[in-house]
């Protein structure tokens, strides 16, 4: 899945791990010199055939094949410490792009412009995904956030719009709310999920994750329980992971939600909901939402075969050309990441394009704080999570959670 992954394991064992196969690279057994292997988290079928479909098309002009291991997202890290362990890390390395600065600490990757992979043409907030310390270790070929997806008769039938601010979110969200639906849903679970979901109104009201107590993400919490209290958002959503808002959605128990285009599918599976995208509500009109970006990075791993790395830059080239960027944007229901991509991704699924604006201006969550994010997505969760159950107010949650992410030195 696109949307945020679980904690990867700790910097130290990836760096012995990784330090440990790249001194020893060569003396397993591995694939021959005209295989590239991929480490990736393609479990699903369909995913993995398309992958696959991509991989050979790119692979065969080079006159080589491409294996692909995948396993579940959560296990990627544990399967690279492995592989490393025994020396036979891939030639290919698919991350998440939340995890890749824990990768790119250890000094076990590639730079991209080493490596002869060219990220031109592709958008600052994409190339900030795969970028550790101003160095990119990853490309990302196409990426996802988050918009206001909303049922469009229930909108018709209350006679109001999409809401554009957080005013109107309120007021519209109270229209909305009618015997079991509830006007607006979201994820707050106190993980990657529910911070996935705070982040659009934290950082469109100027909160900061380097400073999470300088008063500016005070508002955003403000707003949280404002919903919730108002009774236009079920309490329940401290509960609710953004699949079971999705559930709530479809069941017409929620109006409005905050979800990414991973949802598409399912969505599209209820021919009789009526669903449009629009971008998340800001706290002032007219200022661009600022919202995560997600998706997984293609990185190459230093695993001692420079021979088989020009080989596999060269098919990370192939898969970010732009016409391969489009057909596997919306084979996912990602946004590609060229900006030429994109615009044509956007002309060709035009209800799709909330999606496309809101990726317009995103950015990464590890682009301010590199590796010491799983500590600030854990403080926030905490944060969010106090305020909604009544056991804390915004400004004190947010002092705790500086406290917290800070635990330990910066």
């Known amino acids: 899945m696109p949307y945020p992954r679980r904690r990867l394991a700790a910097p130290a064992l990836i760096a ?9 690279a060569g003396c397993a057994q591995g694939p021959g010199p005209d295989t590239i292997t991929v480490l990736n988290s393609a479990t699903d079928t369909l995913e993995h055939t398309a992958q696959q479909k991509f991989f050979d098309q790119c692979a065969k002009q080079l006159g080589v094949k491409v294996k692909q291991t995948s396993v579940p997202a959560s296990q990627v890290a544990t399967k690279a410490l492995r592989m490393a ?3 036979s890390l891939p030639d290919i390395l698919e991350l998440d792009g939340s995890g890749l ?6 000094g076990g990757l590639v730079p991209l412009k080493d490596a002869g992979v060219s990220v031109e043409g592709i958008s600052p907030g994409a190339q900030s995904l795969g970028t550790y310390k101003g160095t990119e270790y990853g490309i990302a070929r196409s990426v996802n956030s988050l918009a206001l997806v909303y049922n469009v008769d229930l909108l018709k039938k209350a006679g109001v719009k999409p809401p554009t601010t957080w005013d109107e979110l309120l007021v519209t969200a109270k229209k909305l709310t009618q015997g079991k639906t509830y006007g607006m849903a979201f994820s707050a679970t106190p993980d990657a999920d529910g911070v996935y979901q705070f982040l659009p109104f934290f950082w469109s009201a100027g909160g900061s994750e380097a400073h999470l107590d300088d008063g500016k ?10 919903l919730v209290d108002s009774k236009v958002t079920s309490s329940a959503v401290v509960n609710w992971n953004q699949q079971d808002v999705n559930d709530q959605f479809i ?3 929620a109006a409005m939600m905050v979800n990414g285009p991973w949802q598409v599918p399912t969505l599209n599976e209820h021919k009789n909901l009526h669903w449009a995208v629009a971008t998340v509500p800001v706290p002032v009109a007219g200022k661009a939402p600022v919202a995560p970006m997600g998706g997984t990075v293609m990185t190459l791993p230093k695993n001692g075969d420079a021979t088989k790395q020009k080989t596999a830059a060269k098919i990370l080239n192939c898969l970010n050309e732009e016409k391969n960027q489009v057909a596997w944007g919306e084979g996912v229901n990602n946004i590609p990441t060229k900006d030429t991509a994109a615009a044509q991704y956007k002309a060709k699924n035009p209800k799709l394009a909330g999606f496309a604006d809101q990726v317009a201006t995103a950015r990464s969550r590890t682009a301010i704080v590199g590796d010491r994010w799983p500590k600030v997505s854990d403080a926030l969760a905490g944060a969010f999570q106090s305020v909604l159950t009544g056991n804390s107010s915004p400004e004190a949650a947010l002092k705790h959670a500086q406290s917290q992410a800070t635990a330990g030195g910066e």
């Open 217 to 226: 993400g005070v508002a955003a919490l403000k707003l949280w329980k404002s």
């Open 251 to 253: 069941a017409g128990r």
């Open 85 to 87: 362990s025994s020396h």
């Open 16 to 24: 012995a791990a990784l330090v440990a196969g790249v001194s020893l």
């Open 101 to 106: 600065p824990q990768f790119a600490a250890t």
